[in-house]
């Protein structure tokens, strides 16, 4: 076999020296860390564009939070303004009520006053129309007048 | 074995020594045209989103350099040009040894090439392992945890084992090459005897040979991927022992 003869090994050795040479520095060393510099930059523009992502995600989570949080200080201020307002006309419609019935109960109160009064005064008018009466009947009868 | 003959095609010698243009060497050169075309037409002005070209020389960077990565470490990525000089020349060379008709020669094929490659990685490696660890990188030599009363026979064993890397590494690759070559030159031999023979002989050959043949052409190109991986593999785990020692 050509393989093993010593008379092939100089000069293709020679030869694998050089073409080697001329690929390390000429080619690889020229090429390659135009290649790998890319594959860099694009991994570190990748990066970046994720950790950009992750600030916007998280922004974007706390505006959500607060938006959620102003939604139930607001929601609980206005359940207390309409807690207060309503106990305020309860109290107010309590009061008028109560008011009312005062007044009524005073309006009440006179007009028995009154009603009494005038059962009085009808009663006694009663008894002297009924002396006047029996005198007048009296004097009919008898002549004699009695004076009341 | 005419398909390994080398042919000087320039004969030149310098210091006594033949260092003739042949066919390996075309074929080296070819190879080496290739490489500088896929290269510098995918990566000369890259882009942030690679288009087809750049993304196949992109997969390649990517192959070598998480190999090295997943062998040496964040350390690895020093040796990328490295090793990824020496997958695709070997893969250049493999692929276009393949190739039908044009009569291209295949340097891999040849122990020299793959010897003259193989002691590059191992003289890359002892630069890196002395520059690195100094004279304590010949604890590579001894193994960790190993019982004492073994020791001087494990030492002699690892240090055989280290000096022989290279010659593996070599005889690997080379007899990978050797072999498809010669097996795909065997059976179409088959094909063309029998065919010749005539009669109810080459009617009864020609297709299964033919058909093996078949199989046997997309096999080493298989064959051809992969021993590049293995000599790249190879290279960036003895890389780790030069840069991480065990």
């Known amino acids: 076999m050509p393989q093993f003869d010593p008379a092939n090994f100089p000069h293709q050795l020679f030869w694998l020296a050089l073409v080697f040479a001329i690929l390390y520095f000429g080619i690889i060393k020229l090429s390659l860390p135009k290649i790998s510099g890319m594959i860099d930059e694009r991994q570190s523009r990748v990066d970046t564009d994720i950790k950009a992502a992750e600030v916007a995600n998280a922004k974007a989570t706390a505006a959500e939070h607060a938006y959620l949080d102003n939604l139930a200080k607001s929601r609980a201020a206005a359940q207390k303004h309409l807690g207060g307002a309503k106990a305020e006309s309860d109290a107010k419609i309590a009061a008028d009520i109560k008011a009312t019935e005062v ?39 008898t002549g004699v007048r009695f004076a009341a | 074995m005419e398909q390994f003959e080398i042919h000087k095609l320039a004969p030149m010698s310098a210091l006594n020594h033949d260092i003739s243009f042949t066919n390996s060497s075309l074929a080296m050169v070819v190879a080496l045209v290739a490489v500088a075309v896929f290269m510098f037409g995918g990566a000369m002005s890259p882009k942030l989103i690679p288009g087809r070209w750049q993304a196949a020389v992109e997969f390649v960077h990517d192959f070598v350099a998480g190999m090295l990565k997943d062998s040496v470490g964040p350390e690895g990525r020093r040796y990328v040009p490295l090793v990824f000089a020496l997958f695709i020349f070997t893969l250049a060379c493999n692929l276009l040894g393949l190739l039908p008709f044009l009569g291209i020669f295949t340097p891999t ?35 960790e945890g190993a019982p004492v009363v073994l020791l001087p026979l494990l030492v002699v064993i690892e240090i055989v084992s280290f000096l022989s890397r290279p010659f593996t590494l070599a005889i690997r690759l080379f007899a990978n090459m050797t072999a498809g070559h010669v097996l795909l030159k065997v059976f179409a031999g088959f094909v063309v005897g029998l065919g010749a023979a005539g009669g109810f002989l080459s009617l009864s050959s020609i297709l299964p040979f033919a058909v093996i043949n078949g199989f046997l052409v997309p096999l080493e190109l298989l064959i051809a991927v992969v021993q590049a991986y293995v000599f790249a593999l190879l290279t960036a785990i003895y890389l780790n022992d030069a840069v991480n020692l065990h």
């Not at chain 1, 007044?103 to 129309?129: C, G, P, W, Y």
């Not at chain 2, 590059?120 to 590579?140: D, E, I």
């Open chain 2, 109 to 143: 094929s040849h122990i020299a090439v793959t010897l003259g490659m193989a002691m590059l990685v191992f003289a890359v490696v002892l630069v890196v392992g002395f520059a690195r660890h100094g004279l304590h990188f010949f604890s590579l030599f001894v193994p």
């Open chain 1, 103 to 141: 007044e009524m109960t005073a309006k009440l109160n006179a007009a028995d006053v009154r009603i009494n009064a005038a059962k009085q005064q009808a009663l006694t008018s009663v008894e002297s129309v009924a002396s006047d009466v029996a005198v007048n009947i009296v004097e009919r009868l």
